[in-house]
């Protein structure tokens, strides 16, 4: 059995050691937390650093392959490993392109990829010479996860939330819709998309309301978010998973925001939506079988279970009785016991080939389910 | 969360913890062999024999609720346990009357459930009483376990095989088809079927080619076999999982051949077509949330891998890639090193609303994939 170690051990890392389970492997995690939510579903788990040099690298070392769950992880340990016959996804290579976002800026401008205007920062007060550049989004080169390091500037007086080191600053667009595009790519360099995932926000509170799959674009928008997504994927030159983030501007452009080189969240409806899933695609990569089907078993929405604000301490999930009621939702829930004020806990997934039926029950799910403690 | 024991470390108790996964729960499995399949998915493992009234018991305490991935489980552990008020699942009351196959057939007969008729032997010499009885099946009233245990008697020439212990004599009937129900009983009496699902035999080797779901059955027979499932369940006054298996013999009528109080074999298929699988089911019972939907999401078909005749030691996978490369399967391999004839090392489940295509699939998948060494 082939030996795959993870770096990170949260839900992404919990909802691939599940996938695992139907295949031949001996899984291995390093994180910091001995209780985190992939601790326990691992056939090895090592306490350490993922951006420690050595943590990662004896962690790595006498594995087959490895890969990760989040990108802050020791690149200089993964480059190591890879010299001396450690399969890494992906490639350290992309993961240097995407883990700092001058860099990735950089590379869409590079491989005429469409992406936004943007500037680059290195500290706060340069921010007063672009006054005319905003409303921009002012976004950490390194180190920002889950909405943490980005701050939107709509004018001089948003100044003072811009970041004090290196950052970049990406004029806003005026976006029409924003969608995902889930690409696997394999160790050939064959590759498969998965159904583009739309975004809806709440436009007062600019949140995350759901997702729906698949996005509601014309098929010529389509054909330009696929080209797109193939083309960032082809440039970066590695195998595995990829999360190509668009947005769609009022003027039908399509543009890149980001990628993330792992399984996402706006790929997590796969599990019951797709034939295989991200997760089940990624072990399908990482042990040479042959590329799973990125067709839709049926139409999905899903809803991302976040701390409540003002809960802080064992987590309660109210409802969930209520919700489990529902003859066609899929309830994941991440075994963290405590909730925090913005933390991913879960999420839901709505089967049904009714669009109305799939937002109505997104928005009851919503409603109901609340983590609280 | 609540703490929840699973007795039996199998590839039944490796399917129930990637469905743990989805929710707060905090899983122990005790098992003999520390690298089993459910060894590295479980909060907590604890090595034991799950036969040992200490061993259990000690297990046992002072978690919420224990549930059995096999009958062969020591019933009093069990009874000391849910006196001391740990929820077991199934009751042991339940597994009481099955685990025993003569008080399993006498429980059939007192409440009225159609079953094959039978016989009671103590020991080898009483066979030759009852040459009149034959063809019959010879069933080990306790130990036996996939295909263990049972031998077919046809005439006197084969009443050597027969057991030298206490054992059931059960008369062949003339089998049209054999389907199975998996019935879902939650902790408030209610309950919910799933689809019945049909056995096919290699008349020539009367070994399992696949299951088919729904069972190619007339209305009025799955009516019977329906009523016959939830007699079963009714009387056995417990919560749980339980798979009825029903023989259909020529003249249409409904027999029960046995009951698993149990996650079982007959039931995988429910982890991708079905809303709520089974083993989701099982965790739903037990941490009191709502009963799945038990509705096929598609129609099915299931392969087990079984170990191949004259191959003993490391497992391999022949042609792995060719089934991986169907677009609409669904492989399960259950992690064991070694392989041993006979052996469960996986399954497959394929989905396809076309019956053809689903037997089609089945027999090409059966051909190809090989369990050898």
Same mark, same amino acid.
């Given at each position: 059995?082939?030996?795959?170690?993870?770096?990170?051990?949260g839900?992404?890392?919990?909802?691939?050691?599940?996938?695992?389970a139907?295949?031949p492997?001996?899984?291995?995690?390093?994180?910091?937390?001995?209780?985190?939510?992939?601790?326990?579903?691992?056939?090895?788990?090592?306490?350490?650093?993922?951006?420690?040099?050595?943590?990662?690298?004896?962690?790595?070392?006498?594995l087959d392959?490895?890969?990760?769950?989040?990108?802050?992880?020791?690149?200089?340990?993964?480059?190591k490993?890879?010299?001396?016959?450690?399969?890494?996804?992906?490639?350290?290579?992309?993961?240097?392109?995407?883990?700092?976002?001058?860099?990735?800026?950089?590379?869409y401008?590079e491989?005429?990829?469409?992406?936004?205007?943007?500037l680059?920062?290195s500290n706060?007060?340069?921010?007063?010479?672009?006054?005319?550049?905003?409303?921009?989004?002012?976004?950490?080169?390194?180190?920002?996860?889950?909405?943490?390091?980005?701050?939107?500037?709509?004018?001089?007086?948003?100044?003072?939330?811009?970041?004090?080191?290196?950052?970049?600053?990406?004029?806003?667009?005026?976006?029409?819709?924003?969608?995902?595009?889930?690409?696997?790519?394999?160790?050939?360099?064959?590759?498969?998309?998965?159904?583009?995932v739309e975004?809806?926000?709440?436009?007062?509170?600019?949140? !995350? %309301?759901y997702? #729906?799959?698949?996005a /509601?674009?014309?098929?010529? $928008?389509?054909? &330009?978010? *696929?080209?797109?997504?193939?083309?960032?994927?082809?440039?970066?030159?590695?195998?595995?998973?990829?999360?190509?983030?668009?947005?769609i501007?009022?003027?039908?452009?399509?543009?890149?925001?980001?990628?993330?080189?792992?399984?996402?969240?706006?790929?997590?409806h796969?599990?019951?939506?797709?034939y295989?899933?991200?997760?089940?695609?990624?072990w399908r990569?990482?042990?040479?079988?042959?590329?799973?089907?990125?067709k839709?078993?049926?139409?999905?929405?899903?809803?991302?279970?976040?701390?409540?604000?003002?809960?802080?301490g064992?987590?309660?999930?109210?409802? !969930? %009785?209520?919700v #489990?009621?529902?003859? /066609?939702?899929?309830?994941? $829930?991440?075994g &963290?016991k *405590?909730?925090?004020?913005g933390?991913?806990m879960?999420?839901?997934?709505v089967?049904?080939?009714?669009?109305?039926?799939?937002?109505?029950?997104?928005?009851?799910?919503?409603?109901?389910?609340?983590?609280?403690?």
């Amino acid at each position: 059995m082939k030996k795959v170690g993870i770096l990170g051990g949260g839900q992404l890392g919990r909802m691939l050691l599940q996938a695992a389970a139907n295949y031949p492997v001996e899984t291995y995690v390093l994180e910091k937390d001995d209780d985190c939510p992939a601790a326990h579903l691992c056939t090895h788990f090592t306490k350490g650093s993922i951006s420690d040099f050595d943590d990662v690298y004896h962690f790595g070392k006498g594995l087959d392959a490895i890969t990760i769950e989040i990108e802050s992880v020791n690149i200089e340990a993964l480059k190591k490993l890879e010299s001396e016959g450690v399969k890494v996804y992906p490639r350290p290579s992309a993961l240097e392109i995407i883990k700092n976002k001058i860099v990735q800026k950089n590379f869409y401008v590079e491989n005429q990829i469409p992406t936004s205007p943007y500037l680059v920062t290195s500290n706060k007060s340069e921010l007063n010479n672009h006054l005319s550049f905003l409303p921009a989004a002012h976004k950490l080169a390194e180190g920002g996860y889950d909405g943490r390091g980005v701050e939107i500037l709509k004018n001089q007086n948003d100044l003072e939330k811009g970041f004090d080191e290196s950052a970049v600053l990406e004029k806003l667009v005026t976006i029409k819709k924003e969608i995902s595009i889930i690409v696997a790519v394999g160790e050939d360099g064959k590759n498969a998309l998965y159904p583009p995932v739309e975004m809806i926000f709440n436009k007062d509170l600019n949140l !995350l %309301e759901y997702q #729906l799959c698949p996005a /509601n674009i014309a098929e010529k $928008i389509l054909w &330009k978010a *696929e080209a797109i997504a193939l083309a960032v994927v082809k440039n970066l030159k590695s195998p595995g998973i990829f999360a190509v983030e668009l947005f769609i501007d009022i003027d039908d452009n399509v543009l890149v925001n980001e990628t993330a080189p792992r399984v996402h969240n706006s790929g997590h409806h796969t599990i019951e939506a797709a034939y295989s899933s991200q997760f089940d695609m990624l072990w399908r990569i990482i042990l040479a079988y042959p590329l799973g089907y990125t067709k839709q078993i049926m139409n999905s929405s899903m809803v991302n279970l976040i701390g409540e604000e003002n809960y802080k301490g064992e987590a309660r999930y109210e409802n !969930l %009785e209520e919700v #489990l009621q529902i003859e /066609n939702v899929f309830v994941h $829930i991440y075994g &963290k016991k *405590e909730t925090r004020p913005g933390r991913k806990m879960g999420h839901v997934t709505v089967l049904s080939n009714e669009r109305q039926e799939l937002i109505h029950i997104a928005n009851k799910v919503k409603q109901l389910l609340k983590v609280v403690s």
